[in-house]
């Protein structure tokens, strides 16, 4: 594995460790804000006489998709990244230095450092390439990224598609108000009717 690869490996789970507590705050006020919409508007739509009494509850569930998207990759990425640190490359050691030759002579240092170099070109060249038509740039950092670590193997938390979970957090910020604004409006029909 090479320093890149070791290094997203240390830094990956550092920063899913950061934002665990912020995220599940995030998914608890999406979760109840929709929820309570979605909860109002079949009350709602139990209580109507025509169809469109039923619109709140399918504009709740379109507001669910992204929270419920959100969730799963979320816990997938925690679990995926579990045992990431305990994981590492020990690179150098304390004491008097051994420098090993190969068979021919050389020293293997000088490999790993090109193999390092190869590795970094291949990942920049690879991020270079943007052909999505959708976050075309997160997609070629995601693509370069996998190079760098070493593939989905070595990396598993960037097997899943890292647009998908933009989008899903972002449905889930806007769920927030959205929901609750839902909500509102629907306690208020039901006052009303």
């Known amino acids: 594995m090479t320093a890149a690869g070791d290094m997203l490996n240390q830094v990956v789970p ?4 950061v934002a665990r507590r912020p995220g599940g705050l995030l998914l608890a006020a999406a979760g109840g804000a929709v929820g309570i919409f979605a909860l ?8 109507g006489t025509t169809w469109t009494s039923w619109i709140p509850l399918a504009l709740a569930l379109v ?5 419920v998207v959100l969730a799963v990759r979320r816990a997938r990425l925690q679990t995926q990244t579990q045992d990431l640190h305990l994981r590492h490359t020990v690179v150098g050691t304390t004491g008097s230095e ?4 190969d068979s021919h002579g050389q020293d293997p240092s000088r490999y790993a450092l090109q193999d390092e170099v190869d590795t970094l070109n291949a990942a920049m060249a690879e991020g270079a390439v943007r052909t999505a038509r959708f976050l075309p740039r997160v997609e070629a950092a995601q693509r370069a990224a996998l190079v760098a670590a070493g593939g989905k193997v070595r990396a598993p938390y960037l097997a899943d598609d890292l647009r998908v979970t933009i ?7 806007a769920a927030i108000p959205l ?3 839902g909500a509102i409006v629907t306690a208020v029909l039901l006052v009303v009717g």
């Not at 507001?63 to 929270?67: D, E, G, I, S």
Request: charged share 5%; glycine share 10%.
């Open 14 to 17: 550092t920063l899913v460790r």
């Open 63 to 67: 507001l669910a998709v992204p929270v």
């Open 167 to 173: 989008v899903a957090l972002l449905g889930t910020l």
């Open 98 to 101: 051994v420098v090993v030759v």
């Open 179 to 181: 929901g609750t604004l």
């Open 40 to 47: 109002l508007a079949f009350l709602l739509g139990t209580r």
